[in-house]
């Protein structure tokens, strides 16, 4: 059975989740607070910030640091100055500096006098052991969304699925209902090729759809992980990253220069005649043996669309990414085994060549509004930049590579986004990667110049800290809109790739406050991924975690939302969910900022994990571990 958190009565007889909070005392009483920590932990150099949220004034309140043997370690004095109100309930938000604590081992904080308060423990360790669980802990949620043949059994009792993928049928891009629907308006599918075999591959999220788009994203992360901690990488990170590019060469066919975009749809269509992936719940290894007319199309013989017509050109983001993953592969085994390297080097250059530079509306998947990318340049100078290292380590030419990525950085830096490093951008690990290819090719003259590299990665970077500076918890990351976990893991890898181009140290503290806010020091005293910390999300939109009654080790959910975004409520559990949480929303006290957490299995707005939220916490997980 999963945790729960508990609810009990304040003194001043309000019931809230997580502790007793009392909105009013008697005259000299202690005030009932909350202590947020990073329940994950802390380096020995670390800068030390835990917050007491507080429902009044607080003055004179104390601290100790506390350790696993009950002997107080450190003290001090709680700031007398709130960082500002989160909500109505908790109008006061105190840091507690603990800096001077630098000894290994695990920990409690305990304020005491005009304010009490008890934080979950956590720990002072190295940076291998802090970063190091959270990349194991990453791969393992990659491994527990395999499909096809080759799954791994582990603690959710994965079986085999989706094995009629072998021969799949190829179908005409269907029509979609207007006002960012899912819901096709075709009486039904038109089937125009096939059988191809796109059997394995990974679900993309808490659902059983597979998207090129996002795989490649996600092994390039996973690559890129490899790439950046060499010997200190778990055995699983490279076995993971190869068995994402397996799949992505079975999408890649090269002889008829066509790409297979997507497996699967989300929802069927308006007749009614047939459903989609998400009309069902279900383990996946049932769906083979789902012989109902009407999911035809959402279980047994799941439909296969392609990104463009075949020998056609293709969307510049998705070729870029597929590209760069194939380079990355590349990269990882051009010593160990060049004869597979070349292979994933021809794969990456002959998708790269494919590239439509003059695009329109960009693909991504079907429809379009799962993933409303806008931008490709970033894609496409980071596919030119991997092929370029691949090809530098493979003793090929790399020059025509160079200069195109030279020339779409220039193009991108010219009109920016203002976005971090996540699945819609990925022009972080592009500029970066692109100065080390730069380097190794004796800083030839190009478009765009390192200087221009690196002021560009800054000014990404700048936009988390100006943000963060004014935010009460620190947050880097935009809180009430989707994916503020994965931009605030991509804040991390950011900060570390500047420093790593740069050598400017100025930001190190600031990627120790987004580690902090993603692993409890925020609002909800909630920790974003799961296995990590004590608060994690028990009750994912996960179908998997959901009927095995437990949790995808390693996962990152979406996170903290607006809460425009659950005006309908929750909605009703669909046929054979697991009802979870057994009873309210242990969140609901902590709302405030314009953003609402909600962990609960029907909360596809902030508790379904997906593969780019949880690859970008292995990447900045990674390069964190290893930042200069």
């Known amino acids: 059975m999963r945790k729960r958190m508990i609810a009990i009565v304040g003194a001043a007889g309000l019931l809230v989740a997580g502790g007793a909070v009392a909105l009013s005392a008697p005259a000299g009483a202690a005030v009932a607070g909350l202590v947020r920590v990073d329940q994950v932990g802390y380096l020995p150099g670390d800068a030390k910030v835990a917050y007491l949220m507080a429902p009044g004034t607080v003055t004179g309140a104390k601290f100790a640091v506390v350790n696993s043997a009950g002997t107080t370690v450190l003290g001090g004095s709680v700031s007398g100055t709130s960082r500002g109100s989160w909500n109505s309930k908790y109008s006061k938000v105190y840091p507690i500096t603990f800096s001077g604590l630098k000894t290994a081992g695990t920990y409690t904080i305990k304020v005491s006098g005009a304010a009490t308060g008890t934080s979950p423990k956590f720990r002072v360790a190295d940076a291998a052991t802090l970063y190091g669980s959270m990349v194991s802990g990453g791969v393992s949620f990659f491994q527990v969304q395999r499909d096809g043949s080759d799954v791994i059994a582990g603690p959710l009792g994965r079986k085999p699925s989706h094995l009629h993928d072998a021969s799949a049928s190829v179908y005409a891009t269907p029509h979609f209902a207007s006002g960012g629907s899912d819901t096709i308006t075709d009486g039904d599918l038109s089937k125009i090729g096939g059988p191809v075999n796109v059997a ?18 996600g092994d390039i992360v996973l690559y890129a992980a490899e790439r950046a901690l060499g010997s200190a990488s ?21 002889g008829t220069k066509t790409l297979y975009l997507q497996v699967g749809v989300g929802s069927g269509n308006s007749s009614g005649s047939f459903l989609g992936d998400h009309d069902l719940w279900r383990l996946p290894e049932k769906d083979d043996g789902d012989t109902a007319k ?7 013989h799941r439909p296969v669309f392609r990104a463009a ?3 056609g050109k293709i969307s510049p983001n998705v070729v870029g990414r597929v590209s760069a993953a194939f380079a990355l592969a590349a990269q990882v085994d051009a010593t160990r085994d060049p004869s597979l390297a070349a292979t994933e080097y021809q794969a990456a250059t002959s998708l790269y060549a494919q590239a439509n530079l003059s695009p329109g509306t960009l693909v991504t998947a079907l429809p379009r509004d799962y993933y409303p990318e806008d931008t490709w340049r970033d894609d496409m100078e980071l596919g030119a930049t991997e092929i370029a290292l691949a090809a530098q380590k493979l003793g090929r030419s790399a020059s025509s590579y160079l200069s195109d990525a030279a020339g779409f950085a220039k193009a991108y830096i010219a009109s920016p986004g203002g976005d971090t490093f996540n699945l819609y951008d990925t022009s972080a690990l592009a500029h970066a990667d692109l100065i080390k290819a730069m380097a190794a090719a004796g800083n030839p003259s190009l478009a765009v110049s390192k200087a221009a590299l690196v002021a560009d990665l800054k000014r990404e970077v700048q936009i988390g800290a100006s943000r963060a500076s004014g935010d009460i918890f620190h947050a880097g990351g935009n809180y009430t809109d989707f994916d503020v976990d994965a931009h605030t893991f991509g804040l991390l890898a950011m900060a570390a790739l500047y420093k790593q181009a740069s050598g400017d140290a100025s930001f190190d503290g600031f990627a120790t406050q987004q580690r902090d806010w993603l692993f409890g020091a925020n609002a909800w005293g909630a920790s974003f991924m799961v296995g990590q910390g004590s608060a994690y999300p028990k009750c994912m939109q996960h179908q998997v975690s959901n009927l095995a009654h437990s949790s995808a080790l390693g996962a990152v959910v979406n996170g903290p939302n607006n809460p425009s975004q659950f005006s309908g409520g929750l909605g009703s559990y669909q046929d054979g969910m697991v009802k979870c949480p057994s009873s309210g929303d242990p969140y609901s006290a902590f709302t405030g900022h314009t953003s609402r957490y909600v962990d609960d299995v029907r909360s596809w707005q902030s508790s379904e994990p997906a593969l780019d939220m949880t690859g970008s916490a292995i990447l900045g997980a990674a390069l964190q571990q290893v930042r200069p």
């Open 200 to 217: 394995g591959g990974w679900f993309d999220a808490g659902d059983y759809l597979k998207f090129t788009h996002t795989t490649a994203y």
């Open 294 to 300: 009407a999911d035809r199309y959402a279980a047994a």
């Open 309 to 311: 017509n075949p020998g």
């Open 234 to 254: 778990p055995s699983t990170l490279d076995s993971e990253a190869h068995f994402g590019s397996g799949w992505l060469n079975q999408v890649w066919d090269q």
